[in-house]
């Protein structure tokens, strides 16, 4: 069991109410960690030390390669530290170890690419604007950002945000959720023991009701970067407005998964499986509404439902297992009420469907692979995020009733579709609404590509060199050479 305060400026730091938080494995039921229940109080405190940090301190004035070569080091410690830290993640979140290892890499290659973007931050410069006049249009750190980081990947969405805030010369308070703070606390230190000043990495946890509203509204934070559902960003926007403080938003996702007629069914098979199960469906991405050609339905369901045999799902610990528990028991619930009420809106439950129970399965909160047959549009199951395992089917005649189907939603975040037809492939990608769109592969990315969403999916991206500019304030100056002050209207010569 691992005991923790915040981590603040540096060094632990108790929290002012002396309350803590339990951490109970998901999977287990045995208790795995104690948080801080830190309040608005210690987020001051947090504040204070980045706001000082970035203020006084020397992390915003060192140049990009100075900050590239710490965050490269900070990347280097990750991989030497990959196997505690992955253990924390699997433990707090219920997800196999082998996917928890694969979070860990993930996000120290993506702290190595943040760190290239700190050495290549640049602006833009216009040499004649007019004849002795130059213009620059500079990229300066956006300050002290408050990360809010969410329990699904709580070490990989660190990497999101962190990494490229500090390549821009930020500093950042960091609440991770009260359910999966370890990676958080871990690697904060790690960042201070890669020689990352004290303060410009601060780590608070803690109820998001206490401690995340505080950072939100706090005054000294100049912006929120934020990734959670969507009920919670809307609170997150409207706490920020009183402080008109920049929000960036990633949210939730109701992702279709089209397959057409054309497609390499093997490949789609596995797409759809990987798409909707991975982290037992706990992905803001994830391909839950399987959309397809009506002429290979029944065919590709049946595939579909024998391959779920073989999903193994236990143990956490163990490395053959493809799939954990939910994140606790209240989500198990969640997931339970959308697959029993859609019996009711005239739904098939083709598989699954149910808890899963005996042995380990009663300590902890499994739900089976489900897939939901026969659904339409108007079924709640196939317009709400359930966040659990659960596949909605529904058939299409026309590629434009695929798109139209994919496009009716409130959100916006990412959809993939199966096809070895490079014309429709085109043009399907150019309609659909979304901020990313896979083809032929699916919950794919790399660091160098902006990820982020449309509509009720949020705003803002990360990723890429968009995410790197997200954390930076635009400066235009006009530089002028001899006299070049304009005369005051009426001014006597």
Known sequence: MRRYDHFIGGASCVP????????????????VAVFAAGNARDVDTAVLAARTAFDEGPWSRLSGIDRSRLLRAFAELMLANLGRLAQIESDEVGKPIRYA?????????VVHYAAGLAADLHGIAYPSLRPGQTGLVMREPA??????????????????KVPFALAAGCTVVVKPSEFTSGTALELARLALEAGIPPGVVNVVTGYGAEAGDALVSHPGVDMVSFTG????????????????????LELGGKGANIVFADADIDDALDGTLFGVFHNSGQVCSAGTRLIIDEAIADGFLARLKQAIGGIRIGDPADEATDMGSLIHAPALDRVRAYVDGSAAEGVVTYAGGHRLSGGLYDKGSFFAPTILDRVTPFVRAHREEIFGPVLTVTRFRSTEE????????????????????????????????SGVVWVNTTLDGSPQMPFGGRQQSGFGREFGRAGLEEFTEIKSI????????????GRTP
């Open 478 to 489: 006009f530089l002028s050479t001899g006299r070049r002050a304009p005369e005051f209207y």
């Open 143 to 160: 300050g002290v950002v408050g990360a809010i980081i969410p329990w699904n990947f709580p070490a990989f969405v660190f990497c999101h």
């Open 101 to 109: 290892r694969k979070d860990i890499e993930g996000g120290a290659k």
């Open 402 to 433: 695929a798109v139209a189907l994919a496009n009716d939603t409130s959100y916006g975040l990412a959809n993939a579709l199966w096809s070895r037809d490079l014309d429709k492939v085109m043009g399907v990608s150019a309609a659909l609404r």
């Open 229 to 248: 559902s969507t009920a919670t960003g809307r609170k997150v926007m409207q706490a920020a407005i009183a402080t008109t403080k920049r929000v960036s």
């Open 16 to 31: 002012s109410s002396g309350k803590l938080i339990d951490r109970f494995s998901p999977a287990t039921g045995a208790l």
